[in-house]
Structures are given as structure tokens and as C-alpha cells.
């Protein structure tokens, strides 16, 4: 613990302030997100509607300001920052990577665009003369591991030195390049529209909303408990939102290695070093010892919320639903603490971020305690009281369920609180099971690739750049976490009481005290067998964090060779309807942009 | 006396019997399936979002049958109606721009809601077409009261009342609004852009002209 002092206690509201912020806004982003899906998976267009106008001129200034900024970052790395002879080949390396990244990107997202939009100009034509966007793609996917085996194969030799003097300015000025082209070429194109609609792909929808429910009528039915009835929202709300403080959302950042302050966040941390207290700033809001039990001490206190609302609703269905929602969360709770001893015996401590720690060293959670995190996975689905374990509301058959006699805005921090929660549990999950900010291979000095002792590729990195993009894995790992269960949400129907009971008390209750036996006996069975086993061990989790790296690559891969696919449709003029429509150049000309 | 008792008792029930569902392994552990059905609801999601994103999606009237989002997001977008739709009413003009319509009351004795309004008018002694037919001075239609029956443009003997224009009428602040005159209906072009009809016209002193008019017939 660190010692109070103003910087501390500054740097403690401002990392307050980022996870309330992140955990809110995730919240906003989740109730757009699950109206969304339910539209895309039922081939509705879903909410879209609210959009602000913004004049043209500013439009091209949001486009070209972030790329000037980017070529201004760069050309200050270039000029300013003059790299040691060592760290000469790491930098040339690094920017001859992002300069093709930012290629490939800008030509792949144009041609999409002329594909779907047409040729408007003589480089479109070429551009469209190239054929299908993925070609593009692939051709990038080539220079990218031709500049990777290029660096490595040459990386001592005297062509070596001049090919990675090309690499260093070259791969700068391609990122340069493919930046500022990018921005100017979207500035270009919509230089002769009025007015921009900025509708965030329908992200304003949520926040209209949001600005409705605040101005609807706030009824409180004549006979209810006033006080607790109005209480009630923000008890369940307010665990929601405080269980992110332990939770840990990247690496300690590193001020005092070699020479202090902000120049150190260039440089590269050694990898097994250890931080001193006074020059470090851990990015977690509170390092409490017993972490884990403040998670579930505070989410357990969201029940007093809902059966509050239930009791002081002075309504026999909001009473009912009241009832469902306490029994259903007590009856997960006990799933959810059992669940995460083996997890807690196999790290050997409560707080999260030793949790973390142990996942670098060793392998992720969900490889160590895979029956853990499904059965985690469950209980928080339906601590979170959602679809399938909605009976709480269940509208089929109690109206709305404890919630019924709320309007307004407190109706609203009701479902504010569910997609918090569902945020905080994923970004538990992410930390326990998926190694928080922890990456495959990334460690504090830059990327490590080597199985069982043997080195593949070694790159180092500036200590910044890890721990953001460490922080970045972790809200991606979260945001996927968060996607499941809404998507589990779209798929399942809702269970019955009794059902709901027994997957609780007789199947998931059972199989976490298995996983908790069979996890002490493993455990102790590592521990004494000796260190030829931890070798092993070594060596399988060097595997696994193969297999996560290659199967996030993969899927990267597949994911962009998904959206740069080019779509033909089948035109049909089946009506007279259907030939004004394509007299007036297809209904589709006024589309929304979603 | 056997076979009446034996038709008395219970029939036996014809049919194909419905197969139970499998209930595999697969589907008694549940989670097979969950995969499955994630798999199917993913797979509807990511594509569509794709299109809306892309701007790729279908043109819900010309690419309807494809697979995807056919949803109109009206009124953003809307589908042009049929060729035959009857929607607001237009009167059709002659190539001077007077009203073909020659106040013969057939359109507003037809109407089945009594919305049209009909004031005649008499040309002047000494036009050729005095005694032969007649101009409106007042042509009002009352588009509230209007049923879109069609049967005035059925009713009219010189295609002077068309319900081609393609507009629907719309919902306006107050009743007076749907009160349309004879220049408003005048203004009205078809579907076509046109104010003209494809019909021709017979004019009094054309060797078409049939020669009637009131005085003799």
C-alpha cells in the first residue's frame, strides 16, 4: 500500500473515475448492443433512428485531426527520440509492421467502399480494377511475414543494416503515408454532401434514451413503502458498479526504471522486474487483500435490491418477482464462491492481480480450471437474473416481476444495474480465467515467442505500448465475455422455477464441489511430484499460449477475410412497385447508415 | 347383432404415428445444443450486422428474395407503390391548361362518400363549345371523406378525374387542409410527371367530333 498522498489520492479518483466511466458506458454500449443483435438475429434493422447532424467541414476535420495527430506522433518518434544502436532493429521492425498494417487497412476499407458504393473516380477505377478486397488483404498478410522473416534472417549482416535502415524510414513513411492518404481520401469523399449524419453505427439510440427515461413521470404507486421504493434502485445499482475496484484493468505502469518520469515509459521494462511502490502507478482502483471476497460480499448485496423493490412495490406480482429474484441469486451464490475455491487454491491467493501474475507465468485460467469457468460462466449468467434465468421478470407470467410499479428513470437503474453486472462479471471472468491484460507472449519487455526454452522471435517493445496494449486486451476479452452472454440471451429460452432449482442445487452446486475435490488432489499431486512434472507443466502452457495466439490469429484472419468479402445479390423485378423502385435508382438510396 | 356391438365400442385410431423426439445424448446434456443454437444466432448476427455496417444490405423492393435484413425503415425509405395504386386524386388538364372536366356530375353522383363537390359553369354565347359541355367553376373533394373507392375515376366519361398521382394523403394539422380545391387538384401531375391523359380529346368542329351536344341529339 501505497503511502496517501495528493498524487495518490489524485491518481485514485482518476482510476475511480476511468472504471466507473468504462463499466457505465460498456452498460450503454450493452443495452444498444442487446436490442441490436436481437434485430440482426431476427433480420429486423433494429434501433438506428437518433442521429446528429454534423456540418461537412467539421466531419473532415474528425477525419483528418486523428491522422495528423498519428503522422504528428510519429514524426515526433523520428526526429526526437533518437533510438540506441541496439534498439535500432526492434524500431525498424516495428514500424515497417504498422506501416503495412495501416496499408492493407486503408486499401481494404476504400475498396470495400467502392465496391458497395461504385467507382467515383480515376483511382477507384484502379482500385476496382484490382478485383475482390481480400486480394488486397492477402497481399498484406505476405508482406507482413515476409518483413518478419526479412528481419530476422538478416538481422547481423552488413545488407541486414541496410535493409533495416529501409525498414526504419520506409515502414515511418508508409505509415505516414497510408494514414494521411486514408483521411484525405475520406475528407474528399464527402466533400459534396450537405451534412454528415454521425449515427455511431446507432450507438446514439441508448443515449437518447437514457435522456427520455430521465424526463418520464416517476410513479410510485399510492400504497407502496415510498422510501424503500425509491431506495431500492440505487441498492441494486450501487454493488454493481463498485465490485470493478479490484479488478485490475492492465500492468503496473513503471516510473523509475533508469531515468525517471515520462521518458521512462519509452524505454523497455526488464522483464522480471519489480516496480518500487513510490515511482509506480498500479492500474486498479483498490489493492485489497481479500479481493475476491469484496467481489462477492457486494455483489451479493444486489439482492437486497430487487426483493426490496418486490416488498415495497405494494404488488403481489412485483412481491413475487421479488421473492424468484432473492431465492434464484442466493442459490447461484453458493455455485459462484465454490466455483472459484479450486481457482483460488490453484493461484494461492484472493487478490486478482496475483492471479493475473500467476496466469503469466503459468497458463490461463480457463486451461487450469476449465470446468471453473463454465460453471462460473452459468452461475453469473444467472446471478445477473437474464434470459434463460429471467424469472425474476418473467413477463409471461408475473408481469414484469419486481420491477413492475417502476417507470422512469428508476425503472431504467434496474436494467442499468443488470448490464452492469453483466460487465463486472465479465470483467472477472476475464481476469480469472483469461488472464486479465495478460497476452500470449507479450511480457514486460516486448514479445517473447518460445516453446519450451526455444526461442522463436524476440522483439522488444516500449513499456507504454505493452501495458496499453495489455489494457486493450483486457476491455477485448471483456467485450467478448459480455457478447457471449448476450448472445446466450438471443438463443435460450427462459427456464422454468423448478428447473431453475435444480440446475442450481443438484447440477451445477455438485459439480463445483467435484471441481474443488479433484482440484486440491491434482494440485497436491503436481506439487509433491517433483521438477521434472513442473517442467512438464512448463511446456504445456508454453503450448496453450500457442494455441491462444494462433487461434486469436486465426480468427483475425478469418474475420477480415469476412468483412472484406464482396456481397452480389440477386436483383428481382417482380412488380410494378419493383420497377419505379429501380426506375429511381433502388429503395436503398435513402438508406440509414447502421 | 355382433357387428353393431363391435362398432359401438372404441375406434381404433388411424394414422402415422408422430416420432417422439430424439432425446440423444446429445440433447440430454443440453450443451451440444446451446453450441448449436449460439452457432445459428451468431452466424444470423454477424452477417447482418455486417451489411447494415457496410451499407450492404438488401434493397428491401428489388433484392427481396435474398436472404437478410428486408425490413423498409420507413420513412427513410420507402416502397413505390403498385402502377395501379389510388391514391390522392389529380383532374387532368387539355393542352391550354383548362380542366378536361366538363361538370357533367357524373364523378360526384357516383361517389359513394358524397365527397365531391361540383359548382358548373356556362361558356360564354358564341363558344363552340357552349350547349356541348360545360366547365367546373368549383371542383372540391373532400379528402377526409374520400373512401379510395375509385368509382368516380370508373364514372368519368372524358377521363378528366385520375387517381394516379401516387401520393397517399397524408395527415395534416386541421380538417380545412383536406378540403382540396380545383387548382390544388389541378397541380397534381401522374405518376408520369405528366398533367396531361393519354386519352385524346374530341374537340366541337374536329372530324372526330361525334356532333352531339344538348340542343341536338
Not at chain 1, 438506428?48 to 461537412?56: D, G, H, K
Not at chain 1, 471483456?478 to 431453475?500: A, G, S
Request: hydrophobic share 50%; net charge neutral; glycine share 10%.
Amino acid at each position: 500500500m501505497m503511502p496517501l498522498t495528493i498524487v495518490t489520492f489524485l491518481l485514485f479518483v482518476l482510476k475511480a473515475f476511468v472504471v466507473v466511466m468504462f463499466a457505465m458506458n460498456v452498460a450503454v454500449i450493452l443495452t444498444w448492443a442487446d436490442r441490436r443483435q436481437g434485430a440482426m438475429i431476427q433480420d429486423r434493422v433494429g434501433p438506428n433512428r437518433a442521429v446528429a447532424w454534423i456540418p461537412t467541414k467539421v466531419a473532415q476535420g474528425l477525419a483528418l485531426g486523428p491522422a495528423l495527430a498519428v503522422v504528428a506522433g510519429v514524426a515526433f518518434v523520428l526526429v526526437k527520440l533518437e533510438p540506441l544502436p541496439e534498439e535500432l532493429a526492434s524500431r525498424a521492425m516495428l514500424f515497417s509492421q504498422l506501416g503495412i498494417l495501416f496499408t492493407w487497412l486503408t486499401f481494404v476499407v476504400i475498396a470495400g467502399k467502392v465496391q458497395t458504393r461504385g467507382v467515383q473516380s480515376s483511382f477507384d477505377a484502379w482500385l476496382y480494377s484490382l478485383g475482390d478486397p481480400r486480394r488486397i488483404f492477402y497481399t498484406g498478410l505476405f508482406a507482413h511475414f515476409l518483413a518478419l522473416f526479412v528481419g530476422l534472417a538478416l538481422n547481423d549482416s552488413s545488407f541486414g543494416t541496410q535493409i533495416r535502415d529501409i525498414g526504419y524510414g520506409g515502414g515511418a513513411g508508409l505509415l505516414i503515408f497510408s494514414v494521411l492518404g486514408g483521411a484525405v481520401y475520406a475528407a474528399l469523399s464527402i466533400r459534396n454532401e450537405p451534412r454528415i449524419g454521425l449515427r455511431l453505427a446507432g450507438l446514439l439510440h441508448p443515449a437518447a434514451d437514457g435522456l427520455k427515461t430521465i424526463f418520464k413521470e416517476d410513479f410510485i404507486p399510492p400504497n407502496a413503502d415510498k422510501f424503500l421504493h425509491s431506495l431500492a434502485p440505487f441498492i441494486s445499482f450501487f454493488p454493481a458498479l463498485v465490485v470493478m475496484a479490484v479488478i485490475p484493468f492492465g500492468d503496473t505502469l513503471c516510473f523509475n526504471v533508469d531515468h525517471g518520469g515520462l521518458g521512462a515509459l519509452m524505454t523497455t521494462v526488464p522483464r522480471d522486474s519489480v516496480c518500487a511502490a513510490a515511482g509506480s502507478v498500479r492500474l486498479q482502483v483498490v489493492d485489497l487483500d481479500v479481493g475476491l471476497l469484496y467481489f462477492f460480499a457486494l455483489a451479493g448485496t444486489g439482492i437486497v435490491g430487487a426483493a426490496l423493490a418486490g416488498w415495497a412495490s405494494d404488488n403481489k406480482y412485483s412481491l413475487l418477482g421479488g421473492v424468484r429474484a432473492a431465492s434464484q441469486m442466493v442459490s447461484y451464490e453458493v455455485t459462484m464462491g465454490l466455483t472459484l475455491v479450486g481457482a483460488v487454491m490453484v493461484y494461492g491467493s484472493l487478490r486478482v492481480d496475483k492471479m493475473i501474475e500467476w496466469q503469466q507465468h503459468n497458463a490461463w485460467g480457463i486451461f487450469v480450471q476449465p470446468l471453473a469457468f463454465f460453471l462460473f460462466f452459468t452461475a453469473s449468467v444467472a446471478e445477473s437474473k437474464r434470459i434463460p434465468f429471467d424469472i425474476p421478470e418473467g413477463e409471461s407470467e408475473i408481469v414484469a416481476g419486481y420491477f413492475t410499479e417502476y417507470a422512469g428513470m428508476k425503472f431504467a437503474m434496474f436494467f442499468f444495474a443488470e448490464y452492469i453486472a453483466v460487465v463486472t462479471s465479465a470483467g472477472l471472468m476475464s481476469a480469472i480465467f483469461l488472464g486479465g491484460w495478460d497476452l500470449p507472449f507479450l511480457y514486460r519487455d516486448g514479445l517473447h515467442v518460445s516453446i519450451g526454452g526455444t526461442v522463436l522471435f524476440e522483439q522488444t517493445l516500449p513499456h507504454v505500448m505493452v501495458v496499453v496494449v495489455g489494457a486493450l486486451g483486457f476491455v477485448l476479452k471483456t467485450l467478448t465475455l459480455c457478447w457471449l452472454q448476450l448472445m446466450i440471451r438471443w438463443t435460450l429460452p427462459r427456464f422454468r422455477y423448478d428447473q431453475l432449482m435444480r440446475l442450481g442445487w443438484r447440477k451445477l452446486l455438485p459439480a463445483s464441489l467435484a471441481n474443488v475435490v479433484a482440484t486440491g488432489l491434482i494440485v497436491m499431486a503436481i506439487v509433491s511430484a517433483g521438477p521434472e512434472v513442473g517442467k512438464f507443466m512448463d511446456l504445456v502452457a508454453d503450448y496453450t499460449r500457442a494455441f491462444v495466439a494462433l487461434v486469436g490469429l486465426g480468427g483475425f484472419i478469418y474475420f477480415v477475410v469476412f468483412l472484406a468479402k464482396p456481397v452480389h445479390k440477386r436483383k428481382t423485378l417482380s412488380s410494378s412497385s419493383a420497377e419505379y423502385a429501380a426506375a429511381a435508382g433502388g429503395t436503398r438510396s435513402a438508406r440509414m447508415s447502421a | 347383432m355382433n357387428n353393431e356391438t363391435a362398432a359401438l365400442g372404441p375406434k381404433k385410431v388411424v394414422g402415422t404415428p408422430v416420432p417422439r423426439p430424439q432425446r440423444t445424448a446429445s440433447v440430454q446434456t443440453y450443451i451440444p445444443e446451446i453450441a448449436k443454437g449460439l452457432g445459428i444466432t451468431m452466424k444470423h448476427f454477424f452477417q447482418n450486422t455486417k451489411e447494415m455496417a457496410f451499407g450492404q444490405r438488401n434493397d428491401p423492393v428489388l433484392e427481396a428474395i435474398e436472404d437478410g435484413i428486408n425490413c423498409i425503415s420507413y420513412p427513410e425509405q420507402k416502397r413505390p407503390y403498385p402502377a395501379r395504386f389510388r391514391g390522392v386524386h389529380r383532374l387532368t388538364q387539355r393542352d391550354d391548361g383548362a380542366p378536361r372536366c366538363v361538370a357533367c356530375l357524373c364523378c360526384s353522383t357516383a361517389c359513394p362518400a358524397q365527397c365531391i363537390h361540383i359548382e358548373a359553369g356556362e361558356y360564354p354565347e358564341g363558344d363552340p363549345r357552349r350547349g356541348y359541355e360545360r366547365f367546373p367553376q368549383r371542383f372540391v373533394i373532400d379528402e377526409l371523406r374520400c373512401i379510395f373507392c375509385g368509382f368516380c375515376v370508373e364514372a368519368c366519361p372524358v377521363d378528366a378525374i385520375r387517381m394516379d398521382t401516387g401520393i397517399h394523403a397524408a395527415p395534416y394539422d386541421s380538417r380545412e387542409q383536406f378540403i382540396f380545391e380545383k387548382e390544388l387538384l389541378m397541380a397534381f401531375p401522374g405518376r408520369d410527371g405528366s398533367h396531361l391523359t393519354a386519352n385524346p380529346r374530341h374537340e366541337p368542329g374536329e372530324s372526330t367530333h361525334p356532333g352531339l351536344d344538348r340542343d341536338h341529339h
